[in-house]
C-alpha cells in the first residue's frame, strides 16, 4: 500500500472516529468514501464511524463496480453522483447530525440554499445547502432528489437524514459538514427563540 493512500485511509478514520467521539455520527449510518488513483474507496455497508478500520472500506470504480469483497454503503449512488457533478470532489461525507436533521424539518426552506448564514463561515468553508426532500435511505427517489438540486448548491441537506458534503480532500470535507452542524445549531436556537417570543406575544394580546 502506497504512502499516498495510507495517509489518506488514516485521514479517513481519524474523521470517522473524531465524528463519533462528538456525537455527530452514530451506529452504523454514516459514511464516506475518498478517491484515489481512479478507484473510491468507500466505507463499508453496517460498518460503525467509531470502530472503522483500514479493512473496512470498499473499493469501487468509478461506475460503481466493486473491486474487493467488501459490500459497499447503499449510499454508493449518493458518492458516484457527487463526484459525476463536482469534478473537483475527491472525498463525499455523509453524517446524520442531530441539528441538521431538526433543521430539516422547519417549513418553506429555501431549496437552493436551507441554512441561514448567520456567520460567515458557512459560505466561506463550503457554499450554499440544498434540500433534498425524504424519500427512503438508499432509494432511486433520494438519489433523484439530490440530482435535482446537485449542480445548484455546494452541499446538501437530505430532509430528516442528514447532510452529505464534497471535499477537495477528505479534511475538506470534514471542515464543511462539521461548518455546516454548527450552522444548522446556530439557526435552529434563534429560530425556536423566535417561535417562544412570537408564542408569548400572542398570549399577552390574547
Not at 20 to 28: C, L, P, T, V
Not at 88 to 107: C, D, E, G, M, Q
Request: with cysteine.
Amino acid at each position: 500500500m502506497g504512502n499516498e493512500l495510507e495517509k489518506k485511509l488514516d485521514e479517513a478514520i481519524w474523521i470517522a472516529h473524531t465524528l463519533f467521539n462528538r456525537d455527530k455520527a452514530s451506529g452504523s449510518i454514516a459514511n464516506l468514501s475518498f478517491i484515489h488513483n481512479d478507484l473510491i474507496y468507500i466505507t463499508g455497508t453496517g460498518t460503525c464511524f467509531g470502530m472503522l478500520t483500514k479493512k473496512d472500506f470498499a473499493v469501487v470504480n468509478l461506475e460503481g463496480e466493486s473491486i474487493n469483497e467488501i459490500q459497499p454503503s447503499k449510499e454508493l449512488p449518493l458518492h458516484l453522483s457527487i463526484y459525476r457533478a463536482k469534478e473537483s470532489a475527491k472525498s463525499v461525507l455523509h453524517i446524520h447530525s442531530t441539528y441538521s436533521v431538526l433543521w430539516s424539518f422547519v417549513p418553506d426552506l429555501n431549496k437552493l440554499d436551507c441554512i441561514p448564514s448567520y456567520t460567515p463561515y458557512l459560505k466561506m468553508k463550503l457554499g450554499t445547502v440544498g434540500l433534498v426532500p425524504y424519500n427512503y435511505p438508499g432509494s432511486k427517489e433520494l438519489l433523484s432528489g439530490l440530482n435535482e438540486v446537485i449542480k445548484q448548491c455546494d452541499g446538501w441537506l437530505l430532509a430528516q437524514h442528514g447532510p452529505i458534503v464534497p471535499g477537495g480532500s477528505l479534511l475538506e470535507a470534514f471542515y464543511a459538514i462539521e461548518e455546516l452542524e454548527e450552522s444548522a445549531k446556530i439557526a435552529w436556537e434563534i429560530y425556536n427563540s423566535d417561535q417562544s417570543i412570537s408564542a408569548n406575544a400572542n398570549r399577552r394580546i390574547i
